[in-house]
């Protein structure tokens, strides 16, 4: 009865050591863990503070690089305008006077202003491909689209509207057309002589774009005077390479020394936890082993007896 009572006592303390030591386990994974995070948190802390700083001056250099490269930009543009004023100055005030001339010659003979526009030389008398896909335009404008979104806007089908639409629309455009016309037939020496000079006009104003677009285009920039933008960008950009390549250093610095030791003074923080934590453990281990070692003991000492009774 006593080893019965011994047993069960000896099986109830193994259970709760048992239970003890799993927990023991757990604390000691969750501490573990923790440790970790801690250690990884302070790294990863450290090296972007360590990043942080020369992004900073990057960003910095950056801005400036920004700021002198449009101050230089501005400048440029200035010799580009200066440049072309100075290149077209010529074509510019010849279409000046020729302007005038235009002006006077209409005015001296009582020809409209109205026929010296685009619109008019268009429509009685264009002049390359550009005008006379105007006058394209314009007619299928006036006698097309027009006329079909007018009727569109009208509610319901009616045939009546429809040819009323189009009948105003030829008259009102065609009565245009033939004043036009009529002008020209008028006045058309003078309508010559303006075609003429409009001519000229165009094709210096064509000349003005040409030598625009080449001086544009030109990639020299030893006409603009911009060396000291270029050589306050140089220094910027030296500047940023040596911050770039500095902070590599740090870094790589970083990486071979200082996380080791963040590492290892996190880790000694947690030692004196982890080895109270693993004694325990041990000893709980310890325990559980002598504890299962007295349940053996008294499993012989039961079948022993049993034996004895038996043979009785």
């Not at 007295?294 to 079948?303: M, N, V």
Request: hydrophobic content about 35%; some cysteine.
């Amino acid at each position: 009865m006593l080893q019965n009572e011994d047993r069960e006592k000896y099986e109830t303390e193994l259970n709760g050591i048992t239970i003890q030591r799993e927990q023991l386990k757990k604390t000691l994974q969750d501490t573990n863990r923790e440790l970790a995070k801690e250690r990884d948190s302070l790294i990863k802390s450290r090296r972007g503070d360590i990043s942080g700083n020369f992004d900073k001056q990057v960003k910095a250099i950056d801005a400036q690089l920004r700021a002198i490269s449009d101050k230089r930009q501005k400048a440029r543009n200035q010799g580009v305008k200066a440049r072309v004023e100075e290149r077209t100055a010529a074509l510019v005030q010849e279409n000046a006077s020729l302007r005038e001339r235009l002006s006077n010659l209409y005015k001296d003979n009582g020809v409209p202003a109205f026929c010296r526009s685009s619109l008019f030389f268009i429509c009685t008398m264009p002049h390359g491909i550009g005008e006379k896909l105007g006058a394209l335009g314009l007619f299928i404008l006036a006698f097309g689209l027009l006329p079909g979104v007018i009727n569109l806007l009208i509610p319901g089908e009616n045939f009546l509207i429809w040819a009323a639409v189009y009948f105003v629309d030829i008259l009102l455009f065609g009565a245009l057309y033939v004043s036009m016309s009529n002008q020209k037939a008028k006045h058309i020496g003078v309508i010559r002589q303006g075609r003429g000079i409009r001519d000229q006009i165009q094709a210096n104003d064509r000349q003005i774009k040409k030598i625009t677009r080449e001086i544009r285009r030109d990639k020299d920039d030893a006409l603009y005077d911009l060396q000291s933008f270029d050589d306050e960008l140089a220094r910027n950009s030296q500047g940023k390479e040596d911050i770039l390549r500095k902070k590599a250093e740090a870094l790589e610095q970083f990486d071979a020394v200082t996380r080791n030791v963040l590492a290892d003074e996190t880790a000694e923080r947690y030692k004196p936890k982890i080895a109270e934590l693993s004694e325990q453990l041990s000893a709980a281990e310890q325990k559980i082993k002598e504890l299962e070692e007295r349940l053996k003991d008294y499993g012989k000492t039961g079948d022993d007896q049993g034996n004895i009774q038996g043979q009785r």
